[in-house]
């Protein structure tokens, strides 16, 4: 008789329960992996970050680079035979972190392939401008290095 009361499917408490949990789990095994994907490619928020950051001048050999934050943000400085320069290091395309291929004297962009000179000037793939540089100095065997 109780079955005519409620028509159609028959709704449990463990049924909802056991739905949610595995809803949850779900949601949990497809977001965890983008969220830790998304914050090794990303630049960190700029907040309470130390505006200049200084490296010591004899660590910077030739045709290499040193990662730094400034104001929060990841940035390079490298060394080439006609200047020390900086720049920001987050990709101009969608804001993946570049990396530094010391080997072929180029930063490289690994989520589409972009490519930029040591100054950040674009020399391939789909980015849309160069990399912003960084004020650089040097003074007393260091490399001060900040936002321009
Ligand atoms: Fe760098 Fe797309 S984010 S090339």
Known sequence: MEDEKRPGPRV???GVLGTGLAAA???A???????????YLAPAAAGGAAALTEI????????????VQVRGRPGFVVRTPD????????????GCIVHWQQSRRIFFCPCHGGRFAPDGRVLGGPV???LPALDVTVSRGKVVVGKA
């Open 83 to 94: 200047a020390i320069v900086g720049v920001d290091g987050a990709c101009t395309h969608l």
């Open 25 to 27: 789990a779900g949601c």
């Open 29 to 39: 095994g497809l977001l965890g992996p983008g969220f830790v994907i998304a914050r």
């Open 56 to 67: 010591p001048l004899d660590g910077l050999g030739m045709w290499q680079a040193q990662r």
């Open 128 to 130: 849309p401008g160069p």
């Open 12 to 14: 449990t408490r463990r």
